[in-house]
Structure formats: C-alpha cells, structure tokens
C-alpha cells in the first residue's frame, strides 16, 4: 500500500492509504542505518509504502519504502546535536508565528527560520499575532518589522487568534494546500489553529507569568484534514533553531536580499564581512539592507547560533 503520514510519535506511525483508511505502522530497523542522519527517518507528511502484518491479534503496518520529498524542513536534535529532526515533508506552505512579547520572537530566530526555509524550497509566510493586546510601542514595532520582511518579498499579516482578526487571510492562503504552524511555545499556534478548525479541539495552555514562556501543548507533529481541503501540520514549540547542511558561501543566498547583490560584489566568493567592493556592505551603509537581517546573517556565517536564545536585547 501507499499513503501518507499523519501523526509520528518516535516509534509508531499514524498513515492513511490512498482510500482514506488510516493504519498504525512502524518502520523496519534497516531505516535507521542506511545513511539517514535524522533522529526520525519517517516524518509527518511523508509519502510512504508500507505492508500489512499480523502483531498478535492486531493488523498493523510495516513501512518499507519512504517516496522523494519535495521539500522538507528540519532543526537540530536537541540531545543529539550531529543529527537532525525532520519536523515535516512535502509542506505547501508555513505560516511562522510571530510575537514581539510575551513570548518575544527575535529577528535573529527569524531570519534563522526564514533562511532554513529558504534552504528546503518551503514557502514561509510571516503572522504576527496577538495584534489585539499590543500597546502603541509594540504596534509601531510590529509594523516596522513587518514592512522590513514584506520589502524583502514576504508575505506579512497581523492577526489575532483570539478575536480572529484577519484569520480569514489565512485560511484564504490555506486553501488546497499542506500547511504547518510553528514558532515558539505560548505564541498562539493551537489558539489559531482551533480558531481555523474548530472541530480539532486543540489544547492550549496559558503564558507562565514567572517566565514568560509559553507551557508545551504539543508533544508530537500531527497532520488534520480540513473540510475546505486545507491540511494542518501542527508540530510543538520551537526553542531554537540550528542551522543544517549549509556551507558559509552559501547562507547569503538564502537572504533574498543579500542573494540579489551578489553578482554585483567585485568577488565571486564574497562572503560580505571585510572583503572590498561588496555590494551587500555597501547596500548595508546606504539603509537598503537592514542592519538586522545583516546581523543574522554574520552572526550564523561565523558560528555564533545561539546567540537568539539568550534573551538578546535589540538595539534601538
């Protein structure tokens, strides 16, 4: 049989086939030693064949084939720091959530996310939520960094998931597509998402006030079809976000901005740190560039990648 995965809890597999049936696999032990550097060989949205075999008196599958990717999106394992998770396959588009407090999203997790993104051909929309609770500090803020993001190509939204404010954009670009949901703990994702599908009924927990982070309301990436055809990947918070498979002469072309000067810097090679005649410094005095996207990009150019997790105070 052939089908796709819906729900990967480490060990087991939820998969419906191409009939609409869903059956518990598991995957054989020979995934684990082909080459895949990934702490989970399978992931939500894989397309994948799979056997049926008797387990005592239960039906279950056996998965015996993972299909070509389209794409795919990954972080580093958290306690196995030379592999990586593979949190979704075969994704249309993700929506990154976005809030400027309680819990704050710095830039420099964005642009981290956004070029990762960039990396495995996933599309990225940015939602900056939580528009309802903003003072005008925040508000002017909010529109600072969305205009900033929206001049380099992205799209750009600011909603509410608890009033549904402008969900109904959201839900239009969600249409036919596979789409995922991430950002960090507490931001809103199972609010939004049961705001969009009700029925889901996700849980969702409230911000601890002693540390201003968001309590964990998903513990595994699952996939929901939506009467409209949408489906939704929801997946647990993100904390950080480590860069994969990416060489320093390559992280520039996943800043589309950056990417767009490069044929104009005097070297082939530019890396745009020190070198003479590069475009993207240039750009950088001239305002062109913002100075914290250039930021981002020397700090993960020079191995610096947890600088985001730190609680780093911007400059204003």
């Known amino acids: 049989m052939q089908g796709t995965v819906y729900k990967s809890t480490g060990s087991w597999y939820r998969v419906k086939n191409t009939e609409g049936v869903f059956y518990d696999c598991r995957i054989k032990g020979r995934f684990r030693i082909e080459g895949i550097k990934s702490t989970n060989p399978v992931a939500v949205g894989d397309t994948v064949r799979f056997n049926l075999v008797e387990d005592g008196d239960v039906t279950v599958g056996q998965i015996y084939e ?15 720091s030379k592999q990586v998770h593979i ?4 994704v249309d588009l993700v929506f990154l959530l976005v809030t400027l407090e309680n819990p704050r999203t710095y830039p420099e997790f ?3 996310f956004l070029a990762t993104a960039e990396a495995y051909r996933v599309p990225c929309v940015l939602l900056f939520n939580k528009v309802d609770a903003m003072d005008e500090h925040l508000k002017d803020e909010t529109k600072y960094m969305a205009a900033l993001y929206r001049d380099i190509g992205y799209t750009c939204i600011g909603i509410s998931a608890t ?3 402008n969900v109904d954009q959201v839900i239009d670009l969600m249409s036919g597509k596979t789409c995922m949901f ?32 968001g309590q964990h309301t998903t513990t595994f990436a699952e996939m929901y079809d939506l009467p409209s055809g949408a489906r939704i990947i929801d997946t647990p918070g993100i904390k950080g976000f480590g860069l994969v498979d990416m060489e320093k002469d390559e992280i520039g072309d996943y800043f589309p901005e950056l990417f767009a000067l490069k044929s104009e810097c ?3 090679n530019c890396l745009h740190l020190d070198e003479p005649g590069c475009a993207v410094k240039e750009a950088l005095e001239e305002g062109t560039v913002a100075l914290s996207r250039y930021r981002s990009y020397v700090q993960m150019i020079t191995g610096e990648q947890d600088v985001y997790r730190t609680g780093l105070k911007e400059d204003v």
């Open 66 to 80: 993972i299909m070509d990717r389209r794409n795919y999106l990954v972080r580093k394992s958290v306690k196995l």
């Open 87 to 90: 949190i979704a396959a075969n």
């Open 110 to 112: 964005i642009d981290r």
């Open 163 to 165: 009033t549904g404010r």
């Open 182 to 213: 991430v950002g960090h703990s507490g931001i809103g994702k199972s609010t939004l998402i049961n705001r969009i599908a009700p029925d889901l009924e996700l849980k969702t927990a409230q911000i601890s006030e002693q540390h201003k982070q």
């Open 266 to 268: 005097r070297f082939n």
